[in-house]
């Protein structure tokens, strides 16, 4: 009794650590699945019947905790006897509360949680068969078997169950002390500053379980033949039945060498030696017969081999599709498929079978192999997608093109096919949308660049055409001013500025418009121009000055000067009394040859003249355009 009470004392809980480390890594190995790119560290601790898992990751990075913890409890749920048998020692209870925890590496708490039940898989009690007897001995005993057969039986060394130890997962990590762990129901109030009776974390790079099991890639030289020839001889008598189970041990030979040979390989001569490792291996375990104690061991190992004969190739076909760039979607969706199949095939071959080490070297290689094409297929996507979004913003630039007036408009169309060819210039060469996509390009550049042409256009005609209205105001106000001469030239300004609005522009009708309007009060004002100098020099012909003048739009008036208007009285008076009748004659002359110019006056302006007498309130005379003086 003292020896079983120290082994239950000393040894269970040393077993069950080595268990939950078993869990922890197998946990972490379904997460470097989800996110091979974030070390997450996995503990675990069975704490009252319970089992609490703590996934712990850095801080900066992000994590989905549904993605994640639906992740963790498919893997807990989906665990296989050996490793769940550790949670209920020997009697495994019906159902087990789990709990599951999120931290940040350096936090006291975690931030999030999830609790949920799960019913372990049960271990299936062993062929009655198999378990008093090697596998490699026959399944009857003769009551004649010697002493040294019995002994060999009494030892009970079943080749499965050696198999199955695997040495406890070690990493710089060192285990906690035991601290209590508070309901799961009550994240906010746990402290795990220190954490609780978790086991080693585990990180996101994979540690070996077990010694190296691999693959050979080359035969056995020169034996190995002579071991199936000779084995062939005795497998026609009594193959695995007396005896040791020679096609067996060379099967598990060759996959032991072929692992570690596996590490190294990379070359596709060395991956066409694994293939023919795994048929060879194949072919020595078909002649194991149903009655052999070996049987059962044989058809595992063959099963596995199978698995993984079919990974290899599901893997090669994979490498030769990705050594094709680029490729449809369709190809890389087939691409990642096979990736997938191969992984499935490697992660179901169990820790204890002898291909383990060798499927787990492979299935890191496969993983990655896997995120490569997972990343080319994203890119596939999104340039497809990149594709359609140029198109669509092509066809929106084509329908403003259609209705564009504005600058404004146009500025808009400018913009949109500016935005379309943006998205086509991030179109990565490595996709079969970037012929497509360079097609395009050029198309949209094109009509870029016409679009700019009319642009610019446009924004010369809306400038024009301000400048045009700006000048007439100016010579609108130089008349109201009676600067008739500065008038003109700002009209003829006006005019020109109107004429440079390009004819296929919005504004180009409004233009033409201000071109006739500005040409006709142009003419005006130079008419004015001449009648100006006309009326000076009609009222400034003699000394002193006979008139002064006034231009408005419908009237020019005309006042005599008060020296003038007296001077001729004066003379007008004199004359008469004098009898100087040439005097007087004269000045008849001169008055007629006033009237004459002013009706000239009149006709070229287009305006009637009044005359008044000095002080301008007396009218004395007037003329009309195309009539006669009064």
């Known amino acids: ?45 069975l704490k009252q019947g319970s089992l609490m898992v703590l996934g712990q990751h850095p801080a900066g ?9 639906g992740t963790l409890e498919q893997a807990i749920a989906t665990l296989p006897p050996d490793f769940t048998a550790v949670l209920g020692h020997t009697a495994l209870p019906s159902v087990i509360p789990t709990k599951l925890y999120l931290r940040v590496l350096g936090q006291k708490q975690p931030y ?98 077990s010694a190296a099991k691999s693959f050979p890639w080359l035969i056995v030289a020169g034996g190995l033949g002579a071991v199936v020839m000779a084995g062939a001889g005795f497998l026609v008598s009594r193959p695995c039945v007396i005896g040791t189970c020679e096609p067996l041990q060379t099967a598990q030979q060759v996959s032991q060498q072929a692992a570690e040979l596996a590490k190294t390989a990379k ?27 070996q049987y059962g061991t044989a058809q595992a190992l063959r099963q596995s081999l199978a698995q993984v004969t079919t990974a290899e190739q599901q893997a090669e076909s994979a490498q030769q599709k990705m050594a094709t760039i680029p490729q449809p979607l369709s190809e890389w969706q087939a691409t990642q498929v096979l990736w997938q199949q191969a992984i499935a095939q490697m992660q179901a071959i169990p820790p204890e079978n002898t291909l383990h080490t060798f499927a787990q070297e492979r299935l890191a290689s496969y993983q990655q192999s896997l995120a490569a094409a997972n990343k080319l297929m994203a890119i596939e996507q999104r340039a497809a997608k990149q594709l359609q979004s140029a198109k669509e913003t092509g066809q929106v630039a084509e329908a403003r093109q259609g209705i564009a007036q504005a600058l404004q408009d146009w500025q808009l169309v400018q913009s949109t096919w500016q ?60 008349q109201q001013q009676n600067q008739w001469s500065q008038a003109v030239g700002i009209w003829r300004q006006a005019i020109a500025v109107a004429k440079r609005v390009p004819a296929e522009t919005t504004q180009y009708a409004e233009a033409q418009n201000l071109v006739t309007t500005y040409s006709t009060s142009l003419q005006q004002a130079e008419n004015l121009v001449r009648v100006r100098t006309d009326l000076e020099k009609a009222c400034a012909a003699i000394n002193p000055r006979i008139c002064n003048y006034k231009i408005t739009n419908d009237l020019i008036k005309v006042t005599l000067t008060q020296t003038y208007q007296r001077t001729l009285r004066a003379k007008g008076y004199l004359s008469y009394s004098e009898r100087d009748y040439d005097t007087w004659q004269s000045i008849r002359q001169h008055l007629k040859t006033l009237e004459d110019a002013l009706q000239i006056i009149s006709d070229n302006a287009g305006l009637p003249i009044e005359v008044y007498a000095a002080g301008g309130s007396e009218l004395i005379g007037s003329f009309s355009p195309g009539g006669s003086n009064n």
């Open 61 to 69: 990075t992000t994590l989905d905790p549904a993605q994640v913890f």
């Open 419 to 478: 935005v379309a060819i943006n998205t086509l210039k991030q179109v990565p060469q490595m996709t079969t949308s970037y012929g497509e996509a360079q097609q395009l390009q050029s198309d949209y550049q094109a009509k870029l660049a016409a679009v700019r042409s009319r642009t610019g256009k446009e924004q010369l005609a809306g400038k024009s055409y301000s400048q045009a209205v700006k000048l007439a105001s100016q010579a609108t106000t130089k």
């Open 1 to 45: 009794m003292v020896t079983t009470d120290l082994v239950k004392c000393f040894m269970e809980p040393v077993a069950q650590q080595e268990g939950l480390q078993r869990i922890a890594q197998r946990l972490q190995e379904d997460l470097q699945l989800l996110n091979d790119a974030i070390p997450v560290q996995i503990q675990c601790v």
């Open 112 to 209: 999030t949680f999830h609790t949920f039940e799960f019913v372990p898989k049960q271990i299936e009690p062993e062929p009655i068969w198999s378990t008093d007897l090697e596998l490699n001995e026959p399944t009857v005993v003769e009551s004649s078997l010697d002493s040294h057969w019995q002994e060999r039986n009494s030892r009970k060394t079943d080749l499965n169950q050696g198999s199955t130890t695997s040495e406890p997962i070690r990493n710089e990590y060192s285990v906690e002390d035991s601290h209590s762990l508070v309901d799961a129901n009550q994240p906010s109030d746990m402290d795990l500053a220190e954490p609780p009776s978790f086991t080693p974390s585990v990180q996101a790079k994979t540690h070996s379980r």
């Open 267 to 293: 070359s596709p001569a060395e991956l066409a030696q694994i293939q023919q490792q795994l048929a060879t291996a194949q072919q020595s375990l078909s002649g194991i017969p149903t009655w052999s104690g």
